[in-house]
Protein backbone atom coordinates (compact mmCIF):
# COMPACT_ATOMS: atom_id res chain seq x y z
CA UNK A 1 0.00 0.00 0.00
CA UNK A 2 2.59 2.38 0.95
CA UNK A 3 4.61 1.81 -2.45
CA UNK A 4 1.14 2.32 -4.21
CA UNK A 5 0.83 5.60 -3.06
CA UNK A 6 4.27 6.46 -3.76
CA UNK A 7 3.73 5.00 -7.63
CA UNK A 8 0.76 6.00 -8.42
CA UNK A 9 2.21 9.70 -8.16
CA UNK A 10 4.45 9.41 -10.80
CA UNK A 11 2.00 7.85 -13.85
CA UNK A 12 1.17 11.83 -13.61
CA UNK A 13 4.70 12.88 -14.66
CA UNK A 14 3.91 15.23 -17.66
CA UNK A 15 0.58 16.77 -16.00
CA UNK A 16 0.58 19.54 -13.85
CA UNK A 17 -0.20 19.70 -10.22
CA UNK A 18 0.54 17.36 -7.30
CA UNK A 19 -1.74 14.27 -7.33
CA UNK A 20 -4.37 13.92 -5.04
CA UNK A 21 -2.60 11.30 -2.23
CA UNK A 22 0.74 13.42 -2.29
CA UNK A 23 -0.88 14.60 1.16
CA UNK A 24 -1.24 11.40 2.09
CA UNK A 25 1.92 9.91 1.29
CA UNK A 26 3.05 11.82 4.49
CA UNK A 27 1.94 9.12 6.96
CA UNK A 28 3.72 6.64 4.81
CA UNK A 29 7.07 8.66 6.47
CA UNK A 30 5.36 8.99 9.68
CA UNK A 31 6.83 5.42 11.48
CA UNK A 32 10.47 3.88 11.06
CA UNK A 33 9.05 0.92 9.97
CA UNK A 34 6.13 2.25 7.72
CA UNK A 35 9.29 4.14 6.11
CA UNK A 36 10.94 1.14 5.62
CA UNK A 37 8.70 -0.79 4.17
CA UNK A 38 7.74 1.97 1.77
CA UNK A 39 11.35 1.91 0.27
CA UNK A 40 11.34 -2.44 0.27
CA UNK A 41 8.57 -1.46 -1.96
CA UNK A 42 10.48 -0.04 -4.79
CA UNK A 43 12.98 -3.13 -4.84
CA UNK A 44 9.97 -5.34 -4.95
CA UNK A 45 8.01 -3.01 -7.93
CA UNK A 46 11.46 -3.64 -9.65
CA UNK A 47 11.09 -7.18 -9.93
CA UNK A 48 7.12 -7.22 -10.02
CA UNK A 49 6.13 -8.28 -14.09
CA UNK A 50 8.53 -9.46 -17.27
CA UNK A 51 8.56 -6.39 -19.28
CA UNK A 52 10.77 -3.98 -17.59
CA UNK A 53 14.40 -2.56 -17.51
CA UNK A 54 14.91 -3.95 -14.04
CA UNK A 55 14.16 -7.40 -14.23
CA UNK A 56 15.57 -8.50 -17.59
CA UNK A 57 14.65 -6.60 -20.69
CA UNK A 58 17.90 -5.16 -20.67
CA UNK A 59 19.50 -8.51 -20.75
CA UNK A 60 17.36 -9.58 -23.79
CA UNK A 61 17.40 -6.80 -26.14
CA UNK A 62 21.09 -5.35 -25.30
CA UNK A 63 21.73 -9.24 -26.19
CA UNK A 64 19.58 -8.90 -29.40
CA UNK A 65 21.30 -5.74 -30.88
CA UNK A 66 24.70 -7.17 -29.52
CA UNK A 67 26.19 -10.12 -30.81
CA UNK A 68 24.68 -11.96 -28.10
CA UNK A 69 21.11 -13.80 -28.95
CA UNK A 70 18.68 -13.96 -32.01
CA UNK A 71 14.79 -14.61 -32.03
CA UNK A 72 13.41 -18.02 -33.14
CA UNK A 73 10.05 -16.71 -33.67
CA UNK A 74 9.63 -13.15 -35.83
CA UNK A 75 8.35 -10.56 -33.86
CA UNK A 76 9.09 -6.86 -32.95
CA UNK A 77 12.57 -8.19 -31.49
CA UNK A 78 13.35 -8.18 -34.78
CA UNK A 79 14.42 -4.91 -34.90
CA UNK A 80 16.61 -4.78 -31.80
CA UNK A 81 19.09 -7.46 -34.06
CA UNK A 82 19.47 -6.03 -37.38
CA UNK A 83 19.73 -2.40 -35.00
CA UNK A 84 16.88 -0.96 -36.92
CA UNK A 85 14.71 0.35 -34.52
CA UNK A 86 11.53 1.97 -35.54
CA UNK A 87 8.48 4.01 -34.56
CA UNK A 88 6.51 0.16 -34.74
CA UNK A 89 9.13 -0.24 -31.36
CA UNK A 90 9.05 3.23 -29.67
CA UNK A 91 5.76 2.04 -27.22
CA UNK A 92 7.85 -0.51 -26.14
CA UNK A 93 11.10 1.39 -25.26
CA UNK A 94 8.45 3.38 -23.23
CA UNK A 95 7.21 0.47 -21.56
CA UNK A 96 10.41 -1.41 -21.08
CA UNK A 97 12.94 1.27 -20.16
CA UNK A 98 11.98 4.87 -20.19
CA UNK A 99 8.82 4.62 -17.91
CA UNK A 100 9.98 1.98 -15.57
CA UNK A 101 13.28 4.28 -14.85
CA UNK A 102 11.54 7.56 -14.86
CA UNK A 103 8.80 6.03 -11.99
CA UNK A 104 11.72 4.64 -10.07
CA UNK A 105 13.30 7.93 -10.38
CA UNK A 106 10.75 10.06 -9.25
CA UNK A 107 9.53 7.40 -6.35
CA UNK A 108 13.14 7.84 -5.12
CA UNK A 109 12.95 11.88 -5.67
CA UNK A 110 9.64 12.35 -3.47
CA UNK A 111 10.35 9.76 -1.22
CA UNK A 112 14.18 11.40 -0.59
CA UNK A 113 11.85 14.71 0.57
CA UNK A 114 9.33 13.19 2.64
CA UNK A 115 11.94 11.30 4.38
CA UNK A 116 14.05 14.87 4.60
CA UNK A 117 10.54 16.44 5.86
CA UNK A 118 9.86 13.90 8.58
CA UNK A 119 10.64 14.90 12.13
CA UNK A 120 8.92 11.30 13.34
CA UNK A 121 11.87 8.84 11.99
CA UNK A 122 15.17 8.46 13.55
CA UNK A 123 18.04 9.66 12.63
CA UNK A 124 19.66 6.20 11.56
CA UNK A 125 16.61 5.28 9.36
CA UNK A 126 16.27 8.18 7.82
CA UNK A 127 20.01 8.30 6.84
CA UNK A 128 19.57 4.57 5.25
CA UNK A 129 16.63 5.22 3.38
CA UNK A 130 17.93 8.03 1.81
CA UNK A 131 20.74 6.74 0.91
CA UNK A 132 19.08 3.17 -0.51
CA UNK A 133 17.03 5.85 -2.41
CA UNK A 134 20.08 7.69 -3.62
CA UNK A 135 21.29 4.27 -4.72
CA UNK A 136 18.18 3.42 -6.81
CA UNK A 137 18.61 6.45 -8.17
CA UNK A 138 21.59 6.04 -9.29
CA UNK A 139 21.09 2.69 -10.94
CA UNK A 140 18.38 3.90 -13.10
CA UNK A 141 20.16 7.18 -14.27
CA UNK A 142 22.91 4.67 -15.21
CA UNK A 143 21.06 2.48 -17.20
CA UNK A 144 18.99 5.07 -18.79
CA UNK A 145 22.56 6.92 -19.80
CA UNK A 146 23.88 3.12 -21.73
CA UNK A 147 20.68 2.98 -23.54
CA UNK A 148 19.80 6.17 -24.36
CA UNK A 149 22.86 8.36 -23.90
CA UNK A 150 21.77 12.17 -23.09
CA UNK A 151 18.68 12.32 -20.71
CA UNK A 152 16.62 14.58 -18.59
CA UNK A 153 18.04 14.81 -14.84
CA UNK A 154 14.88 15.05 -13.38
CA UNK A 155 15.82 15.63 -9.56
CA UNK A 156 12.23 16.50 -7.60
CA UNK A 157 9.29 15.99 -7.76
CA UNK A 158 7.59 19.02 -8.75
CA UNK A 159 5.40 18.16 -12.27
CA UNK A 160 5.49 21.67 -13.46
CA UNK A 161 9.20 21.46 -14.10
CA UNK A 162 9.72 17.68 -14.78
CA UNK A 163 7.07 18.04 -17.33
CA UNK A 164 9.34 20.29 -19.91
CA UNK A 165 13.22 19.53 -18.45
CA UNK A 166 15.47 18.84 -21.56
CA UNK A 167 17.97 15.76 -22.07
CA UNK A 168 20.75 16.79 -19.85
CA UNK A 169 24.96 15.66 -21.23
CA UNK A 170 25.69 12.25 -20.32
CA UNK A 171 28.70 14.47 -18.35
CA UNK A 172 26.83 15.70 -16.23
CA UNK A 173 24.22 12.45 -15.14
CA UNK A 174 27.60 10.54 -14.15
CA UNK A 175 28.28 13.41 -12.13
CA UNK A 176 24.73 13.56 -10.44
CA UNK A 177 25.57 9.56 -10.06
CA UNK A 178 28.87 9.91 -8.70
CA UNK A 179 27.44 12.40 -6.18
CA UNK A 180 24.41 10.08 -4.95
CA UNK A 181 26.88 7.00 -5.02
CA UNK A 182 29.24 8.91 -2.91
CA UNK A 183 26.86 9.71 0.02
CA UNK A 184 25.14 6.45 -0.51
CA UNK A 185 28.50 5.00 0.36
CA UNK A 186 28.90 6.87 3.67
CA UNK A 187 25.84 6.39 5.08
CA UNK A 188 24.60 2.49 3.99
CA UNK A 189 25.71 -0.20 6.37
CA UNK A 190 28.02 -3.11 5.59
CA UNK A 191 25.38 -5.37 6.45
CA UNK A 192 22.54 -6.39 4.35
CA UNK A 193 18.60 -5.99 5.79
CA UNK A 194 18.03 -9.53 3.98
CA UNK A 195 19.41 -12.60 3.84
CA UNK A 196 19.36 -12.68 0.18
CA UNK A 197 21.27 -9.40 -0.13
CA UNK A 198 18.46 -7.53 -1.71
CA UNK A 199 18.68 -4.65 -0.40
CA UNK A 200 21.91 -2.13 -0.85
CA UNK A 201 24.60 -1.91 1.59
CA UNK A 202 27.36 0.05 1.62
CA UNK A 203 29.19 -2.15 -0.88
CA UNK A 204 26.32 -2.23 -3.41
CA UNK A 205 26.77 1.10 -3.58
CA UNK A 206 30.68 0.84 -4.15
CA UNK A 207 29.78 -1.84 -6.72
CA UNK A 208 27.75 0.44 -9.24
CA UNK A 209 30.63 3.11 -8.03
CA UNK A 210 33.33 1.43 -9.61
CA UNK A 211 31.26 0.11 -12.78
CA UNK A 212 30.80 4.00 -13.56
CA UNK A 213 34.35 4.83 -12.64
CA UNK A 214 35.43 2.21 -15.10
CA UNK A 215 33.17 3.41 -17.77
CA UNK A 216 34.70 6.64 -17.61
CA UNK A 217 38.22 5.24 -17.52
CA UNK A 218 38.40 6.75 -14.39
CA UNK A 219 41.10 3.64 -13.88
CA UNK A 220 42.65 4.24 -10.17
CA UNK A 221 38.99 4.73 -8.80
CA UNK A 222 37.48 1.71 -10.20
CA UNK A 223 40.64 0.10 -8.76
CA UNK A 224 40.06 1.23 -5.47
CA UNK A 225 36.31 0.89 -4.97
CA UNK A 226 36.84 -2.80 -6.36
CA UNK A 227 39.89 -3.08 -3.64
CA UNK A 228 36.90 -2.23 -0.74
CA UNK A 229 34.65 -4.76 -1.90
CA UNK A 230 36.92 -7.63 -2.75
CA UNK A 231 39.06 -7.18 0.52
CA UNK A 232 36.17 -7.15 2.84
CA UNK A 233 36.21 -10.71 3.15
CA UNK A 234 31.95 -10.22 2.98
CA UNK A 235 32.05 -12.00 -0.77
CA UNK A 236 33.64 -15.17 -2.95
CA UNK A 237 33.39 -16.60 -6.09
CA UNK A 238 30.96 -19.79 -5.73
CA UNK A 239 33.45 -22.71 -7.32
CA UNK A 240 30.33 -24.40 -8.73
CA UNK A 241 28.84 -22.43 -11.17
CA UNK A 242 25.41 -23.98 -10.57
CA UNK A 243 25.22 -21.77 -7.07
CA UNK A 244 25.82 -18.43 -9.04
CA UNK A 245 22.69 -17.20 -9.15
CA UNK A 246 20.88 -18.91 -6.75
CA UNK A 247 19.63 -16.95 -3.57
CA UNK A 248 21.78 -16.46 -1.02
CA UNK A 249 24.84 -16.75 -3.35
CA UNK A 250 28.24 -15.62 -1.76
CA UNK A 251 29.09 -13.90 -4.40
CA UNK A 252 26.23 -11.52 -4.94
CA UNK A 253 26.29 -8.23 -4.13
CA UNK A 254 22.96 -7.04 -4.74
CA UNK A 255 19.89 -9.52 -5.90
CA UNK A 256 16.23 -8.60 -6.16
CA UNK A 257 14.03 -11.67 -4.88
CA UNK A 258 11.03 -13.08 -6.04
CA UNK A 259 7.62 -11.23 -5.69
CA UNK A 260 5.55 -13.26 -7.79
CA UNK A 261 4.78 -16.84 -6.67
CA UNK A 262 4.61 -18.58 -9.93
CA UNK A 263 8.46 -17.13 -10.85
CA UNK A 264 11.89 -16.83 -9.35
CA UNK A 265 13.08 -14.81 -12.08
CA UNK A 266 11.99 -13.31 -15.14
CA UNK A 267 14.90 -13.89 -16.82
CA UNK A 268 14.87 -17.32 -16.28
CA UNK A 269 11.24 -17.95 -17.58
CA UNK A 270 11.50 -15.60 -20.58
CA UNK A 271 14.78 -17.47 -21.56
CA UNK A 272 14.19 -21.17 -20.50
CA UNK A 273 11.41 -23.12 -22.78
CA UNK A 274 8.49 -23.36 -21.14
CA UNK A 275 7.87 -27.40 -21.64
CA UNK A 276 9.77 -30.08 -23.15
CA UNK A 277 7.27 -29.69 -26.18
CA UNK A 278 8.28 -26.12 -26.32
CA UNK A 279 11.12 -24.12 -28.09
CA UNK A 280 13.20 -21.55 -26.30
CA UNK A 281 12.85 -17.75 -27.75
CA UNK A 282 16.25 -16.10 -27.57
CA UNK A 283 18.85 -18.31 -28.81
CA UNK A 284 22.40 -17.76 -28.50
CA UNK A 285 24.50 -17.16 -31.74
CA UNK A 286 27.19 -19.19 -33.17
CA UNK A 287 29.34 -16.32 -32.52
CA UNK A 288 29.08 -16.56 -29.07
CA UNK A 289 29.13 -20.15 -28.78
CA UNK A 290 32.63 -20.19 -30.57
CA UNK A 291 34.09 -18.05 -27.95
CA UNK A 292 34.16 -20.14 -25.58
CA UNK A 293 37.52 -22.00 -24.84
CA UNK A 294 37.56 -25.70 -24.97
CA UNK A 295 36.98 -27.30 -21.62
CA UNK A 296 35.10 -23.91 -20.43
CA UNK A 297 32.77 -25.01 -17.30
CA UNK A 298 30.77 -21.73 -17.93
CA UNK A 299 29.78 -23.66 -21.22
CA UNK A 300 28.90 -26.77 -19.76
CA UNK A 301 26.86 -25.19 -17.08
CA UNK A 302 25.19 -22.03 -18.52
CA UNK A 303 24.78 -23.54 -21.89
CA UNK A 304 21.75 -25.81 -22.90
CA UNK A 305 20.70 -27.27 -25.77
CA UNK A 306 17.84 -28.89 -27.44
CA UNK A 307 17.00 -30.56 -30.94
CA UNK A 308 13.25 -28.42 -31.86
CA UNK A 309 11.55 -28.64 -35.60
CA UNK A 310 15.07 -30.18 -36.67
CA UNK A 311 17.45 -27.40 -35.53
CA UNK A 312 20.05 -27.96 -32.63
CA UNK A 313 19.05 -24.75 -30.30
CA UNK A 314 21.21 -23.58 -27.59
CA UNK A 315 19.82 -20.90 -25.16
CA UNK A 316 20.94 -19.20 -21.65
CA UNK A 317 20.89 -21.37 -18.96
CA UNK A 318 22.34 -19.26 -16.25
CA UNK A 319 18.73 -19.48 -14.51
CA UNK A 320 17.51 -22.88 -14.45
CA UNK A 321 14.21 -22.76 -13.06
CA UNK A 322 11.50 -21.49 -15.61
CA UNK A 323 8.37 -20.44 -12.98
CA UNK A 324 5.30 -22.90 -12.88
CA UNK A 325 5.14 -22.45 -8.91
CA UNK A 326 8.20 -23.90 -8.73
CA UNK A 327 10.37 -23.46 -5.54
CA UNK A 328 12.02 -20.26 -4.92
CA UNK A 329 15.54 -21.25 -5.02
CA UNK A 330 16.95 -18.26 -7.57
CA UNK A 331 17.45 -14.63 -7.03
CA UNK A 332 17.75 -11.90 -9.91
CA UNK A 333 21.29 -11.23 -9.62
CA UNK A 334 22.47 -7.54 -10.60
CA UNK A 335 25.78 -7.04 -9.20
CA UNK A 336 28.27 -10.03 -8.30
CA UNK A 337 32.08 -10.45 -7.21
CA UNK A 338 33.41 -12.10 -10.58
CA UNK A 339 32.38 -8.16 -12.35
CA UNK A 340 34.74 -6.44 -9.62
CA UNK A 341 37.59 -9.16 -9.87
CA UNK A 342 37.65 -8.25 -14.14
CA UNK A 343 36.51 -4.10 -12.82
CA UNK A 344 39.79 -4.45 -10.95
CA UNK A 345 42.06 -6.40 -13.48
CA UNK A 346 40.57 -4.15 -16.71
CA UNK A 347 41.34 -0.81 -14.56
CA UNK A 348 45.42 -2.23 -13.23
CA UNK A 349 45.77 -3.39 -16.77
CA UNK A 350 45.13 0.15 -18.19
CA UNK A 351 47.50 1.34 -15.42
CA UNK A 352 50.15 -1.00 -16.34
CA UNK A 353 50.13 -3.24 -13.81
CA UNK A 354 50.22 -5.99 -15.34
CA UNK A 355 50.90 -9.34 -13.27
CA UNK A 356 48.26 -7.82 -10.47
CA UNK A 357 45.79 -7.77 -13.44
CA UNK A 358 46.50 -11.30 -14.52
CA UNK A 359 46.08 -12.60 -11.39
CA UNK A 360 42.54 -11.18 -11.10
CA UNK A 361 41.99 -12.47 -14.91
CA UNK A 362 43.03 -15.89 -13.81
CA UNK A 363 40.87 -15.77 -10.65
CA UNK A 364 37.75 -16.14 -12.89
CA UNK A 365 39.39 -18.46 -15.40
CA UNK A 366 40.25 -21.01 -12.66
CA UNK A 367 36.87 -20.51 -11.53
CA UNK A 368 35.76 -21.45 -15.21
CA UNK A 369 38.46 -24.65 -15.00
CA UNK A 370 40.22 -23.04 -17.65
CA UNK A 371 44.54 -22.63 -17.87
CA UNK A 372 46.37 -19.30 -16.47
CA UNK A 373 47.40 -17.01 -18.41
CA UNK A 374 51.25 -15.20 -18.55
CA UNK A 375 53.04 -12.62 -20.28
CA UNK A 376 50.81 -10.77 -22.32
CA UNK A 377 52.22 -7.56 -23.42
CA UNK A 378 49.54 -4.56 -22.37
CA UNK A 379 47.46 -4.34 -25.42
CA UNK A 380 46.50 -8.24 -25.49
CA UNK A 381 45.84 -8.23 -22.08
CA UNK A 382 43.11 -5.72 -22.07
CA UNK A 383 41.80 -7.52 -24.92
CA UNK A 384 41.71 -10.86 -23.50
CA UNK A 385 39.98 -9.12 -19.95
CA UNK A 386 37.48 -8.19 -22.80
CA UNK A 387 36.99 -11.22 -23.83
CA UNK A 388 36.50 -12.86 -20.67
CA UNK A 389 33.84 -10.38 -19.89
CA UNK A 390 32.37 -11.53 -22.75
CA UNK A 391 32.03 -15.35 -21.79
CA UNK A 392 31.53 -14.61 -18.48
CA UNK A 393 28.55 -12.12 -18.59
CA UNK A 394 27.47 -13.18 -22.06
CA UNK A 395 23.23 -12.55 -21.29
CA UNK A 396 23.30 -10.54 -18.16
CA UNK A 397 22.04 -7.29 -18.25
CA UNK A 398 23.69 -5.87 -21.15
CA UNK A 399 27.31 -6.27 -19.83
CA UNK A 400 27.99 -7.25 -23.71
CA UNK A 401 26.35 -4.55 -25.65
CA UNK A 402 27.56 -1.77 -23.02
CA UNK A 403 30.89 -3.00 -23.65
CA UNK A 404 31.02 -3.11 -26.75
CA UNK A 405 30.08 0.86 -26.60
CA UNK A 406 32.12 2.05 -23.83
CA UNK A 407 35.47 0.63 -25.21
CA UNK A 408 34.89 1.98 -28.49
CA UNK A 409 34.77 -1.57 -30.27
CA UNK A 410 30.75 -1.58 -31.31
CA UNK A 411 31.50 -0.84 -35.11
CA UNK A 412 34.44 -3.02 -35.72
CA UNK A 413 32.47 -5.74 -34.23
CA UNK A 414 29.05 -5.36 -35.49
CA UNK A 415 29.67 -3.39 -38.06
CA UNK A 416 31.35 -6.81 -39.75
CA UNK A 417 28.50 -9.11 -37.87
CA UNK A 418 25.25 -6.94 -39.55
CA UNK A 419 27.15 -5.12 -42.60
CA UNK A 420 23.57 -4.60 -44.44
CA UNK A 421 22.29 -2.75 -41.40
CA UNK A 422 24.40 -1.25 -38.87
CA UNK A 423 25.57 1.97 -38.43
CA UNK A 424 27.45 4.23 -36.02
CA UNK A 425 24.29 5.88 -34.94
CA UNK A 426 23.37 2.51 -33.30
CA UNK A 427 24.97 2.66 -30.34
CA UNK A 428 21.88 4.41 -28.99
CA UNK A 429 18.39 3.11 -29.17
CA UNK A 430 15.67 6.36 -30.58
CA UNK A 431 13.77 8.19 -27.21
CA UNK A 432 10.32 7.41 -27.95
CA UNK A 433 8.27 9.42 -29.89
CA UNK A 434 5.51 9.64 -27.15
CA UNK A 435 7.88 10.83 -24.59
CA UNK A 436 9.29 13.73 -27.26
CA UNK A 437 5.38 14.50 -27.77
CA UNK A 438 4.95 14.81 -24.27
CA UNK A 439 7.78 17.21 -23.74
CA UNK A 440 8.74 19.00 -27.13
CA UNK A 441 11.97 20.06 -24.99
CA UNK A 442 12.97 16.75 -25.68
CA UNK A 443 15.52 15.90 -29.12
CA UNK A 444 15.89 12.89 -30.56
CA UNK A 445 18.74 10.79 -30.86
CA UNK A 446 21.11 11.47 -34.78
CA UNK A 447 19.62 8.38 -36.89
CA UNK A 448 16.15 8.03 -36.15
Request: charged letters at 20%; proline letters at 4%.
Amino acid sequence: MALLLLVAACKKFVEIGPPDNQITSDIVFSSDASADNAINGIYSEMNNNSDQFSDGRVTLMAGLAADELYYYFPGAEDEFYSNQITIANHQNLTNWFWYPAYKYIYTCNLSIEKLNASNQLSAGVKKRLIAECKFLRAFCYFHLVNIFGDAPLVQGSDYNQNAVIPRAQVEALYTQMQSDLGEAIADLPENYLTAERARANKFTAMALLAKIYLYQENWSMAENLANGIIDSGVYELENDLNNVFLTGSHESIWQLSSVQASVNTWEGNHLLPASDLSAPAYLLRPELLNDFEPGDLRKQNWVAARDFDGDSVYYPFKYKVYGNYAPITESYVILRLADLYLIRAEARAQQGNLQDALDDLNRVRSRAGLTEITGLSQPDLVNIIYHERRIEFFCEFGNRWYDLKRTGRADAVLGSLKPDTWQSTDVLWPIPQNQINQNPALKQNPGY
